[in-house]
């Protein structure tokens, strides 16, 4: 019987794998787009989204199920590289790291020159961008960051709780360090119960941040986007390999 680790594991692994499926999908299809063959059209594009957004859907409500099995876990994922844990938030990446890539895309000084980008001075360069997406994309991030402050703090004040009553008393009070109780083991169980909901809305977070981008987003510039966000997740999990073999970890 398999146990909690290698079931979180196999989630993330079937997840990687879907990434790098869809991936060649997507590079395929503009890559036939590229060399003279059919136009990619804007339906061929919607769809492509569509399925990843639908992946991704697929992925995290397999994540709220698993995390009532091991929320730890999830949280410190034995599955991940060193340079991906120190990369996490809340189990996860940044929702508005979806709209810093899109600005990489759009030019590396889209962020230097964002005022002017919405008064409408300058064009980015991510599939002849415009100005009244760039407003909008701008919004997004704003709204993204005060939600992505708002999780952190709840989750802040869970860890903080754990200096509070009744965990750190009882810990206090104990006989003999790491003994269990069930006053102890109930209030963990609270703890890992809300580390388990924050988890969720961090994950609805990150998807309607990824639905709302790809909504401003022309379907053709969705594709683009869509592209380098699934090679860089890919690129920064087999990077922190090989950076964990450099320093004996694996």
């Known amino acids: 019987m398999a146990s909690d680790d290698q079931i979180l594991q196999r989630c993330f692994h079937e997840w990687m794998a879907i990434q790098e499926q869809e991936l060649n999908q997507l590079l395929q299809a503009l890559n036939q787009n590229g060399n003279g063959g059919d136009d990619l059209t804007e339906t061929t594009c919607a769809q492509l989204t569509e399925k990843s957004i639908n992946s991704f859907q697929e992925y995290i409500d397999k994540r709220a199920q698993l995390s009532r099995l091991d929320i730890s876990g999830l949280f410190s994922p034995s599955w991940n590289t060193a340079l991906e844990k120190s990369l996490l938030w809340v189990a996860g990446c940044r929702p508005s790291i979806y709209i810093r890539l899109t600005y990489a895309l759009c030019g590396s000084e889209v962020e230097f020159q964002l005022s002017e980008?919405?008064?409408?001075?300058?064009?980015?360069?991510?599939?002849q961008i415009s100005a009244a997406?760039?407003?909008?994309?701008?919004d997004l991030h704003m709204k993204t960051i005060k939600e992505e402050e708002k999780l952190s703090n709840k989750?802040?004040?869970?860890?903080?709780?754990i200096a509070d009553q009744p965990i750190a008393i009882?810990?206090?009070?104990?006989?003999?360090?790491?003994?269990?109780?069930?006053?102890?083991?109930?209030?963990?169980?609270?703890?890992?119960s809300s580390m388990a909901n924050i988890l969720q809305e961090a994950d609805k977070l990150r998807l309607?941040?990824?639905k709302e981008l790809l909504s401003i987003l022309t379907p053709l510039?969705?594709?683009?986007?869509?592209?380098?966000?699934?090679?860089?997740?890919?690129?920064?999990h087999e990077w922190g390999k090989t950076r964990d073999n450099r320093h004996g970890r694996r």
């Open 170 to 192: 009882v810990a206090k009070r104990m006989s003999r360090v790491g003994e269990t109780s069930g006053e102890v083991d109930h209030a963990l169980d609270e703890h890992e």
């Open 208 to 210: 309607s941040t990824l």
């Open 133 to 138: 997406q760039l407003r909008m994309i701008n």
């Open 117 to 127: 980008i919405i008064q409408g001075l300058v064009r980015g360069n991510l599939g």
């Open 155 to 161: 989750l802040a004040g869970l860890q903080e709780n």
């Open 221 to 236: 510039q969705g594709v683009d986007f869509l592209v380098a966000s699934k090679k860089l997740h890919l690129c920064m």
